[in-house]
Structures are given as C-alpha cells and as structure tokens.
C-alpha cells in the first residue's frame, strides 16, 4: 500500500497521489458528500477483480470464469440486503446518477411525470433539473421548501400530486438538512397511484447506522451513493421490492450498463460487512452529534442556516447577512485548509457559479475520530476566516492551526507519505 510499483514505472502520477494524500491529511475535509474509505476498501477497488469482465449477474454471466466474481457479487448483495432490510439489491450501477437514471427507464415511460424536490431548496440534478437528460425524456416538475419554516411543506406536495398526478413521487436531496416523514409521502403517492422512489445517496449511512428513520419499508424503490455516509468506494446501489427486480435488472443491464466494475462491488461487499459491524452505529451517531456542534457554533456567531437547523450530516448556510458570497468564502476557506463547496440557497437571486451559500458536512471528520470540541474548534475557524476573507495572512496561520490538530487524527498511519 506505499505505491512502490507505481513510483517505479510512474513517477508522475506517484507524485500527484502523494501531494492528495498530504492535502487530504493536512486539511480538513467538509464536503457533505466526501468521506475517507478504509485500507481494506483501498485494498479491494485495487484488487485482481479489476481484472475480470462479468456481463450478467451471479449465475448468469455472458463470460466464463466468474465462479469468485459471484462469490463476491452474491456477498454484496447478501450484506446490502441484511443492511438495509430490503428485499432486493442490485449493486452494479456505477454511481448515484446511473442508479436513478436505472429507475426511470425500468419503471417510466418517455413523457410521464415524476414530481421530486426542487434542486435550489435542496434536491438533486438527477431529480429532474432542466439541464439533465431525464429532464429530456421526462416530465418532471419540483415541490419547494416552506419560505418561513425551511420545511417540505407536504400539503403543497399532496396539492402538486392531484394537480399532475405523477407517475413516481421522488423524495430525496443533497442539500436538505431535515428529516424527511416517509410514510407521508407514501400516503400522498397512494392517493394518486404513483410510484414511490427515495435517494438516501447522503443519508444511507445514517440509516444502516440506526440513525435516522428508513424509506424501505414504504417506498417501492430506494437508490444510494455507497460513498458518502456510508463510507464505501464511488458507486450505485439500487434497492427496491420483490416485485420490481426483474425490471430494474433489465434496465441496469444491458438497458444501460455493459460489464461491471468487479473491484468496486468488491469494495463495497467490504464496506458492507464493515456498516454491519456494531461500531458503526456508534459512528452514525457521531455524525450527528457532530454536525449539531457545529450548528450551534455558526449560529452564535450569526450564520443563516437554511432550513432553520440540521437534522442530518450537513449544513447549507445563507451567506448573504455576511456580505460575502459563497464561491469567495469557498476560496477563503480552501486557502486555510478547510474544504468545503459554494451551494445554492432556496430561491437564491445569485449565479450557480457564484451562489450565495456555502455546503458543509461532518462525515469524513467523523471517520478521523473528531468530536463536538474539534466541530467548535473548526467553527470557530470558519467563522474568523470569512469575516474577513481577504486577510490571507490569517488564512496562513489557521492553515498551521489546523495541521497540528489533523496531525492528532491520522488518516492512514500504514499508507507512506
């Protein structure tokens, strides 16, 4: 696990690991939907399995020599369902947006409508968003968040349905930082007949860690990340009942996949099997205890949450009543070492590429081992730096500040720098 063979044969590529690697140790990573994977996960996405085509699934491949690769795959599967409680599991999508774009096409036809959440008040582009593919061969239109309490207003929701009787309800986000009632949404779907779907992509791991409340035991379908909370490699998963396998695996492949990335499911069999373990709950919790502190810290000193508070991983903040823009305090930040990205506000008035807010989340310093002081710590940092965002001499000492205290969480003590 140093690289040797790759310093060897490839020493540019080796030098640019090792400057991530010193980044990713030296910083502190915020991203909501960023989280560090465990050796044995590294171990597995660079595994032999790279090595082998599996068009098919596990006794039924379109190759031979697939024996272990089932093995593998049938792990996967086994541990995603015990995880989840669900009665299918599909793990060969290659990564969230596959995952939802599988569903549509095994349980839509073009032109039906899908009502799912306005990506602005936190849902998702693959949920529907004018410039995405879906957006062409789907009708989809978009319920908001309340503008006084930063809730999913699920009368207006229930008022959307009747009005367009959807086909599928889509419940999900990637920036929406409260519970979201599940058997609501079923009872709005049942009274229009429509499917039901949820993308728990940020969420799946709180949810196997007992954390928050679980859509499968109302929603048709369930698609996920297996990174972010979950702490997996990069990929897809969709889970759903009995009684839509068939069809979901047809539109995976060969709908819309060849072979399958063997190492990666073999990965995630690995971080299945550690979700399972009763230390994960424990995890889950952290998270949340952690992004709670955090809140807290940013709201003493001013900062607008969106939503009014979190009841998840993340933190979408409003920068305006800080006169500071979300892409400057990204900048800002990501100078003194800590990474976060700009994201749009509810109804923001200001430019994608330059919103208004900035995304944050507490997974990956979770992992580290972080806890509620280090949270108050760190927001006390962000705080200092985007009061005065210019100050670049502040940005070079906190950068310091924050290298001694990730130097007391050590990412990887047996992977060499």
Request: hydrophobic share 35%; charged share 25%.
């Amino acid at each position: 696990m140093h690289y040797t063979n790759l310093k060897t044969s490839d020493s540019d590529t080796y030098s640019s690991l090792e400057r991530e690697l010193a980044r990713q140790q030296d910083g502190l990573e915020l991203i909501p939907s960023e989280n560090y994977v465990s050796l044995a996960v590294l171990e597995a996405l660079g595994s032999v399995a790279t090595n082998k085509y599996s068009e098919g699934y596990p006794g039924r491949r379109y190759y031979g020599g697939n024996e272990y690769i089932d093995e593998i795959e049938q792990l996967a599967i086994d541990r995603a369902k015990k995880l989840f409680d669900v009665e299918h599991v599909n793990v060969q999508p290659l990564s969230g947006a596959p995952a939802n774009m599988a569903v549509y096409a095994a349980l839509l036809k073009p032109g039906d409508t899908v009502l799912g959440m306005d990506l602005a008040h936190g849902g998702h582009l693959t949920h529907g968003h004018p410039v995405t593919f879906p957006a062409k061969v789907f009708n989809f239109v978009r319920y908001k968040t309340d503008r006084v309490s930063g809730l999913i207003d699920y009368e207006h929701v229930r008022a959307m349905a009747h009005e367009h009787k959807p086909k599928m309800i889509l419940a999900g986000y990637s920036a929406y930082s409260r519970l979201i009632d599940w058997k609501m949404f079923k009872d709005i779907a049942d009274e229009v007949g429509a499917l039901t779907m949820a993308d728990i992509a940020h969420i799946a791991g709180l949810i196997a860690g007992d954390a928050m409340d679980s859509p499968v035991p109302y929603f048709d379908v369930v698609t996920t990340t297996t990174h972010k909370t979950l702490r997996g490699p990069r990929g897809g998963m969709i889970m759903c009942k009995e009684q839509h396998a068939q069809a979901i695996d047809k539109s995976v492949f060969p709908g819309l996949q060849g072979g399958p990335h063997e190492n990666n499911i073999t990965a995630k069999a690995v971080a299945f099997n550690e979700a399972l373990d009763p230390s994960f709950v424990d995890y889950a919790e952290q998270i949340m205890k952690n992004t709670k502190a955090l809140e807290a810290t940013l709201k003493k000193h001013g900062f607008h949450v969106c939503f009014g508070q979190t009841d998840n991983h993340l933190l979408l903040i409003d920068l305006t009543n800080k006169n500071v823009s979300g892409k400057t305090a990204q900048e800002a930040l990501d100078a003194a070492g800590i990474t976060l990205n700009m994201n749009m506000v509810p109804d923001d008035p200001r430019s994608p590429l330059d919103p208004s807010g900035i995304r944050m989340g507490t997974p990956a310093l979770t992992t580290r081992g972080m806890k509620e002081p280090e949270m108050e710590q760190i927001g006390e940092w962000i705080n200092n730096i985007i009061s005065d965002t210019s100050n670049t001499d502040l940005q070079k000492q906190i950068k310091a500040e924050i290298k001694e205290l990730t130097s007391q969480f050590p990412l990887y003590e047996n992977l060499g720098r």
